[in-house]
């Protein structure tokens, strides 16, 4: 059985540092279907940033299902609070299918990945690298989930 909540992120992790929180969220979160996390192979650049954004978007697109639906996390997405990044992930879960979430490469992603995502989300204002990207995202999911389900973690 795949796991409910995927993210996928182009590239490899450079430290281990981030291994142990987002471990211990995805373990709480088997529960609820569970989190698995992919790399994907990041494109070499050879020239131009749009070749390395469709290339990359493509390697993410294949690894989306019909049923799944993608959310792009990129700083130029839409700012949400808990409540309606809990909404999200809600209205996910109630489509069937999996909540696939995306992390693009060192030039983010290109208008083929946005335009191909259910919504295109920030988890900050700032731009986050992809460890603390990922801590972040596997911390509100959790966070998410509980509020969902009444479980003591929010507040």
Not at 8 to 30: C, F, M, N, Q, Y
Not at 85 to 104: E, K, S
Not at 124 to 136: K, T
Request: aromatic share 8%.
């Amino acid at each position: 059985m795949s796991a409910r909540f995927r993210l996928l992120r182009v590239g490899k992790a450079r430290g281990t540092w981030s291994d142990a929180p987002v471990e211990d969220w995805s373990k709480r979160i088997r529960r609820w279907g569970g989190f698995a996390e992919e790399d994907v192979k990041p494109e070499p650049f050879k020239g131009s940033v749009e070749a390395v954004r469709d290339a990359e978007a493509a390697r993410l697109l294949a690894r989306v299902g019909a049923r799944d639906r993608l959310i792009a996390l990129d700083e130029r997405g839409e700012r949400l609070d808990t409540d309606a990044f809990a909404q999200l992930v809600d209205a996910g879960r109630q489509a069937g299918g999996g909540l696939v979430f995306a992390i693009g490469g060192p030039y983010g992603h290109g208008p083929t990945l946005r335009d191909a995502a259910h919504r295109v989300v920030r988890l900050s204002d700032l731009v986050l690298n992809h460890e603390i990207a990922r801590v972040v995202l596997v911390e509100q999911l959790y966070r998410a989930l509980t509020l969902l389900e009444g479980v003591p973690y929010h507040h």
